[in-house]
């Protein structure tokens, strides 16, 4: 293993162990809501906004097991939205990472209270006393107040609309797509890179380090969507967990049918080279993050 | 107008006013999540918790302007409950207080993220920087804790579940009845009046202040929950806004269908009753909170 993989390896091993035990189910007949909450939070993922969180905490000298409890509260959220996404009013879908979809192994009524909770609970885990050792409550409200910008209106659910509402426009530009995507899933890769600044003390919006980490996290998120639609065409059944092809089958407007393979590939490079490029104010501690925008880019799911 | 109406109308007047003032709707293709969410938000409403919230923070010497906020991020997470309560998975409302409900006046997923949306901004408003004028980051910190405790799985998503899984049954006793009241609807009633008193500085959770809040507002929750009950079977269809028997209709476990009228009523008074012992530790600065209770009590709709 690579020094980079062992490290991503540590990082996860945290990530998951803190989200096993976020949610404990109790006997009682609610139990059925926590245990959706966790079926969905538990069923995989790459984990990537929070290891973004733990990666750039322990960059800037912030305590690692803060920096993985603040990325758990923004896992929790994408959880959250990938529940509602799959409901059968949003996208419909059956399976998400080669699993029944929430509302498919649990009553429709439930996952949407299961997305609800899961909602709900990132607040409550970066309000509760005790979650973090080295933050007080001025870093807890800065860690809030990032988290709820970016999941909302403005942020990620102002992204599913615009996504909603251009679902088979023909005047889609490439504009379009962009700020969709920036507040759709850019929004929530940000707010995770820039909790690993605040977790480490740096709290003031307009300071160098959050600026350089937003402009990384930005482009770092563009080219993470950009590489899902490359993969939506390119990629192998078997290691995405979903069908190739279901966005051209469901007409939706990608980087792939806008600029073709080449183009988004082109794109692809361009924006992992701005991401790394912002990570020069950081020298040679950024070698994760370094490692770590090469190697979404060469993801294969 | 007594000296109780015009300070319940004073209140209501500067929650409407911050409500109407909380979502403005940008020009932009995201317009209509905003628009859904004001519709819901504006739809009228007693505004009983933001109430709460006022009342005590004016009896406890805090900042009315900073009770009407906080009380504010109460009543967008009673609306989002709303906007999902109603959706077609769940109870498939079409009318709320005489009017459409937000998926019959917008598409469903529109008013999935609608209520998505009001959730996520209740801790918007309560983490922005501005937001109050009287109150420090620890205050801050704790009207948060305090709200997302209430309104996640543990309070109101809770008991919406329990409610859920007890449709229907026949084994349903008094108590649990009461148990998911208080979860249900209890949980955030009595969070919007322990607001009022963080607003006033308050925080520790076993001051007298909170302590005796709490026991005003648990009890106040459940005899406004039984009125309900009630009201659902000797109401006026004109005045509630919605058909009068729903509830046995279907199927629905109530205090009524458990006490009878005569028994559900009694009830009643004991709860009132004992929400009004509970602010005695506060002599004469209660008169408005007692006031309140009774004409809870003796409300048409």
Request: aromatic share 4%; with cysteine.
């Amino acid at each position: 293993m690579s020094g980079f993989e062992s490290k991503l390896s540590l990082y996860t091993g945290m990530i998951n162990d803190k989200l096993e035990k976020i949610i404990n189910i109790p006997d009682a007949p609610e139990r059925i809501v926590y245990e959706a909450m966790r079926y969905s939070l538990l069923a995989g993922g790459k984990r990537i906004r929070p290891v973004l969180t733990a990666a750039v905490a322990e960059m800037l000298g912030g305590s690692l097991d803060d920096a993985v409890t603040a990325g758990c509260a923004v896992e929790l959220i994408h959880t959250y939205s990938l529940i509602h996404d799959d409901l059968p009013c949003m996208d419909n879908d059956d399976l998400r990472r080669g699993k029944p979809t929430c509302h498919k192994a649990f009553p429709e009524n439930i996952a949407l209270l299961a997305g609800d909770g899961l909602l709900n609970m990132a607040f409550e885990l970066l309000s509760a006393p005790g979650s973090f050792k080295t933050i007080d409550c001025g870093g807890s409200l800065a860690l809030i107040r990032c988290l709820a910008s970016a999941s909302g209106v403005r942020g990620m659910i102002g992204g599913q609309v615009i996504d909603l509402e251009s679902e088979n426009k023909q005047d889609v530009t490439l504009d379009n797509l962009t700020g969709m995507h920036g507040k759709k899933t850019g929004a929530l890769i940000e707010a995770a890179a820039v909790m690993g600044c605040i977790v480490s003390g740096f709290t003031d919006e307009n300071c160098h380090e959050i600026l350089q980490i937003r402009r990384f996290s930005a482009n770092l998120g563009l080219a993470f969507q950009i590489k899902d639609d490359i993969l939506d065409v390119t990629g192998d059944e078997g290691s995405l967990g979903k069908p190739v092809g279901s966005d051209e089958a469901g007409g939706k407007n990608t980087y792939v049918t806008m600029l073709g393979i080449g183009g988004a590939d082109a794109r692809l490079r361009e924006k992992t080279d701005a991401a790394v490029a912002a990570l020069n104010f950081f020298g040679d501690r950024a070698c994760f993050l370094r490692e770590l925008a090469d190697a979404l880019l060469r993801r294969e799911n």
